[in-house]
């Protein structure tokens, strides 16, 4: 394991808090990975955790996750959105709220995406179903 500082064990344990799991094994490299490696999943999971995911002033943790769904959903990156999903539904956003997120994408972003996006969700929903 990599030595991390204050602000990385921070951001790891926001991160954790948010997503439901610890993040730290998918921050240290992997021993095939370039000597730079740390230093991206550092900084990004210190912007992330620290910098955006901390704010709760205005938007609380729940509404950004919801955003969050949108945002990957609109842009079309489904593996993060299945995290984004699993985030979501860990902070409180209910099912029906994801749907109601997707219908109103359809009209601003596109049936076809909104589509891909619901069956992302189909399966992430089967997996927190008992």
């Known amino acids: 394991m990599t030595e991390q500082g204050p602000e990385c064990r921070r951001a790891l344990d926001t991160a954790g808090e948010v997503l439901g799991f610890s993040l ?9 990975e ?8 550092r900084i990004a999971t210190e912007h992330a955790f620290n910098d955006a995911w901390t704010r709760a002033e205005l938007l ?14 609109c842009l079309g990156i489904l593996e993060p959105l299945r995290g984004q999903l699993r985030i979501a539904l860990n902070n409180g956003v209910t099912e029906e709220e994801i749907v109601e997120a997707f219908i ?5 972003a596109g049936v076809a995406r909104a589509f891909d996006s619901y069956a992302i969700a189909r399966e992430v929903f089967a997996e927190l179903t008992p």
């Open 24 to 32: 730290a094994p998918f921050v240290d490299p992997q021993p095939a």
């Open 34 to 41: 370039p000597a730079n490696a740390y230093d991206f999943t």
């Open 60 to 73: 609380d943790r729940r509404t950004r996750a919801l955003i969050s769904v949108a945002i990957t959903a």
């Open 104 to 108: 109103q994408m359809a009209i601003y």
